[in-house]
Structures are given as structure tokens and as C-alpha cells.
């Protein structure tokens, strides 16, 4: 066997590499605003880390982005950019919202119901991107654009019209505490469900990925449709079949955002977080394994910077500069590798494993 | 200019592409580049004209060693390559086309280069118009956009990959007098890597050949055909002919009534035609005479615009390409990294994707996809390992895993140049596995530009001119040099039928 694919070595320094040189210039810029970096580097530190509630909202806030993530893996893998996917979001929180507020259930029964209707929610609004590719032929980005400015719409329209909490036009009402999604506990506020079924979808979307008929089906779509058509494969139902999945994901992690994180529906429910799993999906070179870490690490980075502003006098919109930094190392970084270190092949290891054993 | 090139070595994957290959290429001289497919004549050219940095080695120009790496750093060099498939941009102009390549100032002086490419087309006998879109361009007037480009870019060496698939005789002559005179006139240095050994004979000064990697012959011309094919396969081939079979008798597998195809610009004339069970039907034409919508309207990827289609009796016409596959049809296209093979995806990946599923979950079973590609590696004779990424392999290797990825029992076989750019000794291991389907029953629909293999392989040929077809009934009647006149619209010189209602 001659073959060299890049060894995880090479992997790993270009996963932390990159990571320093961000650090590096976003300690520049930081002492340019007159700020010790190192300071700003503890305070976020502690901001994620520092104990068990500060720990909790990193979860929480990690929890929907990972679940937008995994789905736009899986339109990635299709050659698909699911702008919309903040539309999703949105989406399945409306969905989400319904029963905890009007249909009077046991607890159990309300949560699986919106869970259900928010994965229905987002793979509808997902769906109509893909109608609109397929039949259409408006590209899924246009069509993703359009249909998030509409899912906007729609929530704050149903949260200034009919489910307006009287004498507050910014949000339903709270929902009845017992529909609240359980958590661990009371300090460690993170809800044990939604942890369960995240590390569900993760594995079947690897599993999914690498070892299915239907992911190989994907990439050879994403790859080139024309050839994967002439090859047997239905590449219209298949892309619109990732759409499905990643609005249904994506609608999950918005049902969070309303039954756990806020518990009540309010207009920028979504909060930008479908937006930022594009980023991290693109940060872990679109492999779904890399997603989880990558996402865990964009959410420290939200979460650290909400004590920005109280402890340093910091904008906290200098998070978005500093996010923005290590996207454009990344990128810059990934150039490199590809151009010093080109890559022979890549693919499923595991199967290069058994073909090597076979011989 | 002189080319010497010193000790190159080129590896992909497990493939060794080029080893230690020297040679030099005098200036003002026609070189022939022999070898059968994956003999790893394609790389040493994309090493020459840059596309490829070689593992090991060193190029020489003009007594001084260059190490370049890009087409772009070749050209300024003066080396310049004409892909076998044009790398043009087809949504643009040929005078976009033109421009974007072009070194010099931001602002682009358009009347000055509108210039340069008339008078440089005019000097070489081209006819290019500056505002046809390349799309609408036939594969020889791109070839024809590309060698002007080259040439108005200050080329002293052009590197040629096929030139002459695809093109008619009549564009294949034009091309080697404009190549015979750019060796001749301009002293420049012409490359052509071809696997046609008439053209070679006809044009080069000289040839070398490749085997395996290594390079095992230099000739000076002329020399003999036989002698070539000792060089490139280390034995002698015999032509061979088609048994005759019986084939009236069998089952009507396609029937066409009257049936026609339009593009925009073209609208192929009402055809009628029946096709049996292990019939073998080729397709004559210049390129864009209309039997390219013709065979993708027979396999549903376009629709056709009249009449009948019936396949096995069912009334197709107005479905698409997935009800045609389940009926049994099959499609290879002529571009096979375009249409038919997707790159990024291994050789294993591919038989699994063409394989049905046998998972109630549609699991995928790695080792048995494995085991498979093994069986199709050895009886089709692709040179490549199965985790190998289908753009590692050669042309001929791409196209015998193309073939194998065929349905092994289709009902109709509609394929594009199935040999195309392949070697004596492929062509004839494609050709053993379509006739076998063919012996099963499968109806097959070809098209080629080799006049050779129509009249070979075909039970009838149904010439193709501007939209007009003529049925030749028995090609064993029929010469080379007759069909050749045929495709060029003297349908008076075959004998057959206009092919009409």
C-alpha cells in the first residue's frame, strides 16, 4: 500500500494550529482596544467554565447548535447550502409552541408531541426549499433566504397578534411550568432528553454517513448529480430527503430554545444559532464526528462573552470579530494544507481497513 | 525549442504513471506519443505543460533546467496543452474565452483582441466567430478556440491529448495541415498523444512509446503499423469481424414511429426504426448532426418532441430517465468524468452505488462491495486498486469501469463513444462485454467517430447529417471511405434508405 492519507497527526496540528494563530491576532487586536488578553482570556474561561451553571449554559446554548449542525452536514454532504436553516429553526419552534400554550396534556405527552410537531415544522419549511430547487429551480440559497425572512415573519406575527402575551408585545406567554423540559438539576439547568436524543442523532448521522446505502447516495449527489443520476441514483428525492432530515434536526434544536432555554416563544427565537452551524460545519471540514467539538467550542466562545461586557466594558459584539478571526485562519489554514500537504485520498477509513485486510 | 526531460517519475496511488522517463523533443519537429491506455502518456504531458509537478526528474528548455509549477507558469514558458476534453468555459463567449486566459493590462482592449483572434484564426485556416457562445461550438471548433488561444499566447510547444476523437475527417485533415505547418513554418515543437496509429503515421516525424510507465520505443518515420503495435502491446493484433447472427427473428425491443427530437438548434427529422433483442446499432455523424439528442431522448434524460417510442411495447415517449432505467435501459455517456463516473468517490464506492441493495436497512456491505470490484477489476482489466479515487485511473481504466458499472442484463444499451480515446487492445475488451450483453438479448445503440468500429461492431448504421438520417441495412457492403462520404451528406454513395415516414 502506498497510499498517504493525511495521519491524524497532520489532522490534529492543523485542528490547533489555526487555532493559535487566531488567538494570536485576536490578542493583538484586544491590545489595541487597550485590553490585557490574557485577562480577557480568563474572563471567558471562567465565563464557560467557571462553575456548573456557567458550564449549563454553554450546554444549553450548544445543544440547538449542534442539532442545526448535524442536519447541515447532511445537506452538505449533498452538495447542498441550506441557508435556510434558520428558517427551520424558527419553524420548529412555532410548531413547538403550540401545545405548551393551548392543549392542556400530561407533561409527557406535550413534550413528545412538540418534539414531533417541531421536527414536522422545520422538515416542512426545509421541504419547501427543496420543492422549490427541484420543480422550480430556484437555488436552495435564494429559496433559503426568502423562506427565513418569512419564518420571521410569521413568529412575529403570531407573537404581536394571536399568542401575544397581554401588555408585552415581545412574547407568548410563559408556559405552564410542568411542560418545561426536566433537567438534571436545579443548578446544573440542562435538560437530560434533549442531551439523549443529540447523542442519538449524532451517531446515526455518522453511522448514516459512512455506512449507508443512502449516505453514499449523498455524496455522490453532492459530488455530481448528473453522473449520480446516470448511475441509478434518484438524486431529486435524495436531496430532497436531506432537506427533510436537516430541517427535522434543525426544528428539534429550535423546540429547545422554547421549551427549555426561554419557555416562551419570542421573535429572534432562532438567535443567529442556524447561521452559526453553517460555520461550524465548514470549521470541521464538513466531517460529522469533528461537528460536536466544533460546535462545543463556538458555544464557550458565546457563552464567555456575555461577561465581555459586565466585567471588561467590552461590546459584545467583539465575539462575532473575534468568531470571525478564527473562521478566516481556518479557511486560510485549509489552503495551506491543501496546497503543501495535498491529500491523496480520502474516505471511509473503516472501509479502507477491511479492503486492506481483504487482500 | 528544445524539450529534454531527465529521470521523471510520477506516482498516484498505487499506480506508477511515468518511470524514469527521458527524452528529448528537438525543435520543429512532430513527435507521436504511443502507448495503450494507462501507459502514463497523459501525465508526462500534464508534467510537460505543467498540469502535474512530477515526483523526481527535471525538464530542460533550451539548455537550462525550469522547474514551473501550473499552465500557467508552462505557457509563459511556451508550453501549451490541448486537453482532450477543451477546458473552455461553455456559458461564454469565445472571445471571453479568449480574454480570461490572456496575460496583460485590467482594462481588456476588446478590438484589439477581436483582432488577434480573427487574424490569428484566418493565418491557420480556422473560422471562429468572437461572439458564438462556446457552448454552441462544435468539440473541433473548441479545439480550434484552444490552439488559437495557445498560439496568441506566445507558444513555441503544443501539446495535443486525442485531437482527433470526435472530429470529422474533413476537420482532422484541416488540423494536421495547420499543425504540419506550425512544425514546418514556425519551428514549433508539436506533441501528439494519440492512440490512432493512421494519424500518427500521417503527421509525425517521429514517434516514442510508453508501456506500463516506462518508455520502451523511439522511431523515426515512417514506419509500419504492425511495427507501432509491436512497440505498444509486444505482439501482433488481428482485425476481427462480427459472426453473423440471425436477428430478424428476435423481439422488437425498441420501436420507433416517426419519432423526432429538437434542440435548439436542430430538429432531427421523423424517425422509424425497430430495433431487436441482440441488435447492434451504430450511429454515423458528424459531431452535432443530431444523433446526441437522438440517443438521450431514446434513454428519457430529453424528451422527445414526436411520434412514437415503445420499448418492449410500452409507450414511453414523454417519461424520464428513472422509468427508462427500470425498463431496463441503460446510458453511457460520452464525458465520462462529466456523465457516468463522479470524481471524489473511490472505484468501490461506485460498484455500491451501482449495486441494488440487499440491507432491509440499505446498509452498506463494505467487504462484499470490495469482493465485487475485485471480480470486475480482473475481468475487466482496470488497472487500479478499488480504493483508489475513480480521477487517479486512466482514461481507458475510467472507461472499463464505466462499462462495468452497466446493468449486467439491460434490455437496451444506449451508449456514446464507447471507445473513445481507447487503445486497439481496450477497444476490443469493450466491445467483448457489450456483445456479450448483446448475446443475452440486450439491444445496443452506439455512436462513434471511428469509421472503423461502426463498420466492425454495427448490424446496421444509422447515418446522421444536419438532422437528416439514412439507414445503411448492411454494413458488410459497406467501405470505410463510403460511409465517410455519407456522414459528410452524400447519402447517394451507401446504399439504404432515407429513413422516413
Redesign the interface.
Known amino acids: 500500500m502506498n497510499h498517504t492519507p493525511r495521519s491524524l497527526g497532520l489532522r490534529l496540528v492543523f485542528l490547533v494550529l489555526p487555532l493559535l494563530v487566531a488567538l494570536f491576532v485576536s490578542a493583538v487586536i484586544l491590545l489595541l482596544l487597550n485590553q490585557e488578553p490574557g485577562e480577557v482570556l480568563r474572563q471567558a474561561w471562567r465565563g464557560a467554565f467557571g462553575n456548573e451553571r456557567r458550564i449549563a449554559s454553554v450546554l444549553n446554548y450548544w445543544i440547538p447548535l449542534s442539532f442545526a449542525a448535524m442536519g447541515l452536514v447532511i445537506t452538505f454532504r449533498a452538495g447542498l447550502w441550506n441557508i435556510g436553516i434558520e428558517g427551520q429553526m424558527i419553524m420548529g419552534a412555532v410548531f413547538a409552541t403550540y401545545i405548551p400554550l393551548y392543549v392542556p396534556l400530561p407533561p409527557i405527552l406535550t413534550i413528545s408531541l412538540s418534539l414531533v410537531l417541531a421536527a414536522t415544522g422545520g422538515a416542512i419549511w426545509a421541504v419547501l426549499v427543496g420543492v422549490l430547487r427541484n420543480r422550480f429551480g430556484v437555488h436552495e440559497i435564494f429559496g433559503g433566504v426568502a423562506l427565513n425572512a418569512i419564518a420571521a415573519g410569521i413568529s412575529l406575527y403570531l407573537v404581536r397578534g394571536p399568542w401575544a402575551l397581554v401588555g408585552n408585545n415581545n412574547q407568548t406567554p410563559v408556559f405552564p411550568r410542568e411542560t418545561w423540559l426536566p433537567t438534571i438539576s436545579d443548578r446544573f439547568g440542562v435538560s437530560q432528553l434533549m442531551l439523549i436524543l443529540l447523542v442519538i442523532a449524532v451517531l446515526s448521522i455518522i453511522f448514516l454517513m459512512g455506512r449507508s446505502r443512502w449516505g453514499l447516495q449523498l455524496k455522490a449527489t453532492g459530488r455530481n448529480r448528473q453522473s449520480a443520476l446516470l448511475l441509478g441514483v434518484s438524486v431529486r428525492s435524495v436531496s430532497l430527503s436531506a432537506f427533510i432530515l436537516c430541517g427535522a434536526l434543525a426544528g428539534i434544536g429550535g423546540a429547545h430554545r422554547v421549551l427549555h432555554t426561554y419557555h416562551y416563544l419570542l421573535p429572534n427565537v432562532a438567535g443567529g444559532i442556524g447561521f452559526l452551524g453553517l460555520l461550524v460545519v465548514m470549521l470541521s471540514g464538513f466531517h460529522a464526528a469533528i461537528v460536536p467539538l466544533v460546535a462545543y467550542f463556538m458555544a464557550a466562545l458565546s457563552a464567555g462573552s456575555t461577561r465581555f461586557q459586565t466585567l471588561l466594558r467590552l461590546d459584545p459584539s467583539l465575539i462575532d470579530v473575534l468568531q470571525g478571526i478564527l473562521v478566516l485562519t481556518y479557511v486560510l489554514f485549509s489552503g495551506i494544507q491543501d496546497r503543501f500537504f495535498p491529500r491523496i485520498r480520502e474516505g471511509n477509513e473503516e472501509m479502507k481497513k477491511e479492503i486492506t485486510t481483504n487482500e | 525549442m528544445q524539450i529534454e526531460i531527465r529521470h521523471i517519475h510520477k ?1 498516484f ?2 499506480i506508477q504513471a511515468n518511470d524514469d522517463i527521458s527524452i528529448v523533443f528537438p525543435a520543429g519537429r512532430i513527435v507521436g506519443i504511443l502507448g495503450e491506455n494507462g501507459a502514463g502518456k497523459s501525465t508526462l504531458m500534464k508534467i510537460l505543460s505543467g498540469f502535474q509537478t512530477p515526483d523526481e526528474g527535471e525538464i530542460w528548455i533550451d539548455g537550462q533546467a525550469e522547474n514551473y509549477r501550473g499552465p500557467q507558469a508552462a505557457i509563459a514558458l511556451g508550453i501549451g496543452m490541448l486537453q482532450q476534453d477543451p477546458l473552455d468555459v461553455p456559458a461564454m463567449t469565445v472571445m471571453d474565452n479568449f480574454t480570461y486566459g490572456a496575460p496583460g493590462a485590467f482594462w481588456l482592449g476588446h478590438s484589439h483582441l477581436r483582432e488577434q483572434i480573427q487574424s490569428t484564426s484566418a493565418k491557420i485556416g480556422f473560422d471562429l466567430s468572437p461572439d458564438q457562445m462556446v457552448n454552441q461550438l462544435s468539440i473541433a471548433q473548441r479545439q480550434q478556440l484552444e490552439i488559437v488561444r495557445l498560439l496568441a499566447l506566445g507558444v513555441r510547444t503544443l501539446i495535443l491529448d486525442e485531437p482527433t476523437t470526435g472530429i470529422s475527417s474533413d476537420q482532422k485533415e484541416q488540423l494536421f495541415h495547420t499543425l504540419m505547418e506550425l512544425a514546418r513554418e514556425e519551428g514549433m515543437t508539436i506533441l501528439l498523444v494519440s492512440h490512432k496509429l493512421e494519424d500518427v503515421i500521417t503527421l509525425c516525424d517521429e514517434v516514442i512509446v510508453l508501456r506500463a510507465g516506462k518508455l520502451v520505443g523511439q522511431r523515426e518515420m515512417p514506419t509500419t503499423k504492425s511495427e507501432l503495435v509491436h512497440l505498444m502491446f509486444g505482439q501482433q493484433l488481428t482485425e476481427e469481424r462480427r459472426n453473423e447472427r440471425d436477428i430478424a427473428q428476435s423481439n422488437i425491443v425498441l420501436q420507433l414511429d416517426d419519432f423526432t427530437v429538437e434542440t435548439q438548434r436542430l430538429s432531427v427529422e421523423p424517425i422509424t426504426l425497430s430495433l431487436h433483442e441482440g441488435e447492434v446499432v451504430g450511429l454515423a455523424g458528424l459531431d452535432g448532426s443530431g444523433q446526441q439528442p437522438f440517443m438521450r431522448a431514446c434513454t428519457g434524460l430529453m424528451k422527445g418532441a414526436g411520434g412514437r417510442l415503445r420499448l418492449d411495447g410500452e409507450d414511453m415517449l414523454g417519461r424520464g ?2 422509468e427508462f ?1 427500470r425498463a431496463g435501459v441503460a ?1 453511457g ?1 460520452a464525458g465520462r ?10 472505484l ?3 460498484v ?3 449495486q441494488a ?1 440487499d ?1 432491509w ?4 456491505d ?2 462484499k462491495a ?2 465485487e470490484m ?1 471480480t470486475r477489476i480482473s475481468r475487466y482489466d482496470i488497472r487500479g486498486a ?4 475513480i480521477e487517479a485511473l486512466s482514461g481507458g481504466n475510467q472507461q472499463r469501469l464505466l462499462i462495468s ?1 452497466l446493468p449486467e442484463q439491460p434490455r437496451l444499451l444506449v451508449i456514446e463513444q464507447p471507445t473513445r480515446g481507447l487503445d486497439v487492445d481496450s477497444v476490443r475488451a469493450i466491445w467483448g462485454q457489450l456483445l456479450a450483453r448483446s448475446e443475452q438479448g440486450a439491444a445496443i445503440l452506439f455512436s462513434s467517430s471511428d469509421l472503423d468500429e461502426l463498420v466492425t461492431y454495427s448490424d446496421r448504421i444509422l447515418v446522421f447529417f444536419e438532422g437528416r438520417t439514412h439507414l445503411i441495412e448492411d454494413p458488410s457492403q459497406t467501405t470505410v471511405s463510403d460511409l465517410g462520404h455519407a456522414i459528410g451528406g452524400a447519402f447517394d454513395s451507401v446504399q439504404g434508405e432515407h429513413v422516413r415516414a
Open positions: 506516482r496511488g498505487s430517465y428513472g432505467r446510458f455517456a468524468l462529466e456523465e457516468g463516473l463522479i470524481a471524489g468517490l473511490t468501490i464506492e461506485h455500491a452505488l451501482s441493495s440491507h436497512m440499505g446498509v452498506l463494505w467487504q470490495g469482493a475485485q478499488g480504493e483508489d479515487m458499472l
